[in-house]
């Protein structure tokens, strides 16, 4: 009797310890289920947008985290790492120069916005105030770079070459109209080296941190005349090429591509950006 006793209560240990098991399993499934990913952002504007695309893709069992970072050149060097898992903050034409010059595959996955490039001054009260010896300042990097010549080639500043590229550098200028300096420095440091210039060509998301308001404080906004630029330089999701299709960061682009986040991206840059998916 005490043998039976002893036999039926081993088997009720037993019982009690798979069940236990079984309820960990299934405690560490559910754990899982909520997939942990990092987006990589550069402005402060840009952030805020995202903290909303944070709340959103909760529901869809994805925990979104947001990376910022200060300049335009680590935010890829970090997605082909694997360091983040998405990124948003430059054009088709920047990612296609990172990809041919770092041999990587980085994809864009969807649109987000188009960003005016406008050129500023703490000296001058119109455009057309630029003189010969004046300095200007345009970002250094390759595309943006070179959108900031053709935004100088629209006001009749420089005249570039007829076959120059759709990002053009100095060397495909043909003629300079006025003979100004232009010197190239990094994009997030030029609202710092305004008062040293004339002029200045600036992208919007560091404008704005620099508390400048492009709408007014622009002497000419690139996107004023839309038909003059490129969808290339339409700003885009981005991940690594073998992620293209993961289901997931197709939820996280459905998200972003909603007219909430239209209204918030039109706040946060005070009516600047435009949305680039409609």
Known sequence: ???SKLIAGLFAAVAVLSLAACGSKDSKKADGDKKTYT???VSDSAKE?????VKDVKDEGIDLKIKQFSDYNTPNDALADGSIDLNAFQHIAFLENYNKEKGKDLTQIGFTL???LGLYSDKLKDYKDIKDGDKIAIPNDVTNGGRALQLLNSI???KLKSDAPESPTVKDIDTYTKKVEIKELDASQIPAALPDVAAAVINTNYAVDAGLKPK???L???TD???KVGDIYKNVIAVDGKNKDKEDFKKIVKAYQTDKIAELISKTSGGNDIPAWK
């Open 225 to 227: 005349n839309l038909d």
């Open 1 to 3: 009797m005490k043998k």
């Open 220 to 222: 000419y906004l690139d």
């Open 49 to 53: 947008v995202w903290e909303q695309v």
């Open 216 to 218: 007014t404080d622009a």
């Open 39 to 41: 987006v990589g952002v």
């Open 114 to 116: 188009i960003s005016p």
């Open 156 to 158: 009749d500043v420089i």
